[in-house]
């Protein structure tokens, strides 16, 4: 059998950073990821300006500005007539006033390269997590399987479970989140940006109308569209056929056939099905759920990348010392969620009143194009307004900066 101090079972944002933070601090940490490469479409692709501080401290911001990137601004919004400023971030201090749009694949490989350079990290992938080890009702450790069926064990002082919102580590632990109601799924679909228009570069640019609602995101050459359909309705929808959609989405972006005709099948349209909750305890003896696991986000604001880079610095700020020392208890897991808390519940807080004020009533056909919610009003007459909605949104509130035992100068890192 295996043994490592911390074992973290899931290779996304928050396992890839707490295994390279944790490895940087000296502490034994192996990182268990179920697919063979990080390449996986339609994930959570923006880092926020908090996250790229964090990396500038961690001595890889010279080599994330090397990564194909697109700028956001801005984040925009057509409802009905009106165009909406919803948040600009060019008012925040310091040298990174927008969002980047960068593959995550990019970001998460950048992570375990620079990861790899650390002894005390070992990175499994093709591992999945299958069941806990417990001994007196304390987590001891994991099991797991190899692409090949073989079956492992891992014994660890503590498992930290970022295996996002279906986690299977949360299951098997009895932790049950509380689930919040909301009213869509996402239909996420690639529209190539030379047969659309080039206007929006720089923004998130959302358009409302008619009990439609869209956001396109831009990649440099496709728009990542976000359809936004009511709650179950996926099947019924997709029964009317290709064209109906295509109908939809060129008479809400004002795309001809040109465009449109470029969504060859049902194939091209991936369902998200957009579910939102969180865990009222993230910790039992032994483990610790962060991120997703912890928390699921809904993909309002596209914020849920960036919340679960921001729990994996706060987890290994608190724990490294504890798991050096050999000395994790619940206390100091407990501590984790105290420190997060607060982040998370005030940005579910904010997508679940969007949800409320905007997607709900859009979806269902009671939404006044013609007349804006009232805080929409007022940003537009108010505009330090959308840089405060910028700040919350690029840099939220308590931002985690490195902890000293993780910050690098500058550097370039090898690609392994
Ligand atoms: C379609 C979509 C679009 C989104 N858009 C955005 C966006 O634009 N911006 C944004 O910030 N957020 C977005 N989000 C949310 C964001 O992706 C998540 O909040 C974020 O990825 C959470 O990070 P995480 O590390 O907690 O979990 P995840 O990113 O879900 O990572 C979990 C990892 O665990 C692995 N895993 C799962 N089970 C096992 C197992 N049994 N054994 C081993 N490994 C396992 C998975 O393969 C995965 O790599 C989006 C989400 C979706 C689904």
């Not at 208890?329 to 420190?339: S, T, W, Y």
Request: glycine share 10%.
């Amino acid at each position: 059998m295996e043994r490592t101090t911390c074992c973290v079972v899931g290779g996304g944002p928050a396992g890839m950073m707490l295994g390279l933070l944790l490895a940087r601090a000296g502490v034994e940490v192996t990182v268990l990821e179920k697919h063979r490469d990080f390449l996986r479409d339609f994930r959570g692709d923006t880092i926020h300006p908090s996250t790229l501080r964090l990396l500038d401290e961690l001595g890889l911001g010279r080599t994330f500005a090397g990564l194909p990137a697109r700028r956001l601004e801005e984040m925009q919004m057509k409802i009905g007539d009106h165009t909406v400023t919803m948040a600009d971030f060019r008012y925040i201090p310091g040298p990174h006033k927008y969002v980047a749009m960068v593959p995550q694949w990019d970001f998460l490989n950048l992570l375990a390269d620079a990861a790899s350079a650390e002894p005390s990290f070992t990175l499994r992938m093709r591992t999945a997590f299958t069941a806990l080890r417990t001994e007196r009702g304390r987590v001891t450790g994991v099991h797991c399987v190899d692409e090949d069926g073989v079956p492992g064990e891992i014994a660890a002082d503590l498992v930290v479970a970022c295996d996002g919102r279906d986690s299977l580590v949360r299951q098997e632990a009895g932790l049950r989140p509380d689930w919040y109601e909301v009213p869509m799924d996402v239909w996420q679909v690639r529209v190539p940006i030379e047969r659309a228009d080039s206007a929006k570069a720089g923004r998130v640019f959302g358009q409302v109308r008619d009990s439609r609602i869209a956001v396109t995101m831009d990649r440099g050459d496709y728009y990542q569209t976000s359809y936004l359909i009511a709650k179950g309705s996926d099947a019924r929808l997709r029964a009317r056929g290709i064209q109906w959609f295509r109908d939809q989405l060129g008479e809400l972006f004002g795309w001809d056939g040109e465009v449109t005709d470029a969504i060859e099948s049902w194939e091209d349209v991936k369902l998200l099905e957009v579910t939102m909750g969180r865990l009222p305890r993230w910790y039992r003896d032994g483990l610790l759920c962060i991120g997703d696991s912890a928390h699921t986000m809904s993909p309002v604001g596209g914020v849920g990348v960036n919340l679960a880079v921001q729990d994996a610095v706060a987890a290994a700020r608190i724990l490294a010392g504890p798991l050096r020392r050999g000395a994790v208890g619940p206390a100091d897991l407990a501590r984790v969620q105290k420190r997060r808390w607060l982040p998370m519940a005030f940005v579910q807080k904010a997508q679940l009143s969007d949800h409320r004020a905007m997607h709900g009533p859009v979806l269902n056909g009671t939404f006044d194009t013609e007349r804006l919610p009232a805080p929409f009003r007022l940003m537009q007459r108010v505009p330090a307004l959308r840089g405060v909605a910028g700040y919350l949104g690029g840099i939220g509130i308590r931002p985690e900066r490195a902890p000293e035992f993780a910050r690098r100068p500058q550097q370039a890192v090898v690609r392994g």
